[in-house]
């Protein structure tokens, strides 16, 4: 398809959080052209998991986005949920030692005064949940809130639904720098052309950083890897989203070495995915066993039959991480004209919702319905003249 010579917005990247931008600016009545530099949803939001998490986010504006991208994907979406495999299975954290379990249950208490369901778990309760897990647990605490999608399936028909309202989607098109009028961003240059627009949506993931460049600002995201381990095809063991306590402060750490925590959960197809890992190793697309032998110890931990069971595949992505842990939303006044919309580390899939309603919003001059202070894009100034 022809690149168009204008558009009311142009959403760069045609990821998660670009395909949700993308429905909602056109739900909202704008004429979109999303511009994607290479296949629909083929940056990190197919080297990724898909859950919708709200149990691993500490009170705070991360958690309210959560909760707002919740509400989008469970009543304004509900009926499409089938077409991205929105399965509401819910999420069980577990606990190896006593501590770990009283560190838990402190965070479930400010989660539950910020309107989180949680249900803390003692250890005889644990096999209700999970008949297969380690025996030796000694508690967690029951998320029923959290959910799973298909990340892949998600972008491609959210921009099929936007196509549909008259949104023009551009594989193969990569943004090569911004139209200027003055410091004011009025289109983009790509590859195969100019497009002319009045609004420019940096949806760009991991590389949201390197677009930002090309506008003259600074919007600091960096690549933090992770691996997920696929197994075979197995009868359903595994019924919830389960993981370690520990995950939560790993999410949280700022550390660029290696940490790994267990995350383990069965899928529709009957393959169990197991994570995690973060690293902060720039773009190295070294695969790693010392990493793989790390997280495949730490899941049978949790889930002893996993010691023979055999992994069909494994696969990374990079993270697009932010220093202070969130992304980065809004309009940017230092490039009037540009939006970002991108750095949501490891919550895209599930804040894409939340953050396409809230640039649809900006972009219309609608109140915002969560506050946005928090994601805003000029943030990092004071870090850079710090
Ligand atoms: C191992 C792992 C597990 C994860 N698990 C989860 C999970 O369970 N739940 C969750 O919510 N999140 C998870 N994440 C995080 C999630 O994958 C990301 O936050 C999300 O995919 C980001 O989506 P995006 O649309 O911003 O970026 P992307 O999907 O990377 O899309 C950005 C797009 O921009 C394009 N682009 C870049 N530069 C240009 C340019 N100059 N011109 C045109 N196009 C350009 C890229 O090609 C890319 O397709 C996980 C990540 C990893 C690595």
């Known amino acids: 398809m022809s690149l168009p010579q204008t558009a009311d917005v142009v959403v760069i990247g045609a990821g998660a959080v670009g395909a949700a931008c993308a429905y909602f600016a056109a739900r909202a009545g704008l004429k979109v052209a999303v511009v994607e530099r290479g296949a629909i949803a083929g940056g990190t939001s197919s080297a990724c998991e898909g859950n919708i998490l709200v149990s691993d986010k500490e009170a705070g504006p991360e958690l309210t986005l959560s909760q707002y991208s919740q509400q989008l994907w469970r009543t304004d979406l509900a009926e499409f949920g089938h077409l991205w495999e929105f399965e509401s299975k819910g999420g069980l954290v577990v606990s190896a030692k006593a501590g770990t379990q009283e560190n838990l249950a402190r965070l479930a208490e400010r989660q539950r005064a910020a309107g989180i369901d949680v249900e803390l778990i003692d250890a005889a309760g644990l096999s209700d949940f999970e008949p297969q897990l380690n025996p030796a647990l000694v508690g967690g605490a029951f998320y029923p ?43 983009v240059q790509t590859t195969r052309g100019i497009i002319s627009a009045p609004a420019v ?3 760009a993931g991991t590389w949201g950083g390197a677009v930002a460049e090309l506008a003259r600002v600074n919007v600091p995201v960096l690549p933090r890897r ?48 197991i994570g995690s890992s973060r690293e ?26 996993l010691a023979d069971v055999k992994a069909l595949r494994s696969y990374f992505g990079f993270r ?29 899939i599930g804040l894409s919702t939340g953050t396409g309603a809230l640039i649809a919003a900006s972009l219309t001059g609608k109140d915002a319905a969560i506050d946005t202070a928090p994601f805003a894009p000029e943030r990092f100034e004071e870090l850079v003249n710090a």
């Open 145 to 187: 809130q959290d959910a799973q999608v298909q990340p892949m399936l998600a972008a491609a028909h959210l921009l099929r639904m936007a196509r549909g309202m008259g949104a023009t989607v551009h594989p193969n098109t990569q943004v090569t720098g911004f139209v200027r009028s003055g410091e004011a961003v009025t289109g």
């Open 201 to 203: 949506v940096n949806a």
């Open 226 to 273: 992770g691996f997920v381990m696929v197994t075979e095809p197995l009868p359903v063991l595994v019924r919830h989203k389960v993981y370690a306590a520990e995950y939560v402060d790993n999410v949280a750490s700022s550390d660029a070495g290696l940490q790994t925590s267990p995350v383990v959960e069965g899928t529709d197809g009957g393959t169990i995915l």
């Open 280 to 305: 902060r190793v720039g773009f190295d697309k070294t695969f790693s066993p010392r990493v793989l032998a790390e997280m495949a110890g730490k899941a049978i931990a949790l889930f002893p039959f």
């Open 320 to 348: 697009p991480y932010c220093p202070d842990h969130l992304p980065v939303i809004g309009h940017d006044p230092r490039a009037p004209g540009l939006w970002h919309a991108c750095g949501h580390e490891g919550a895209g």
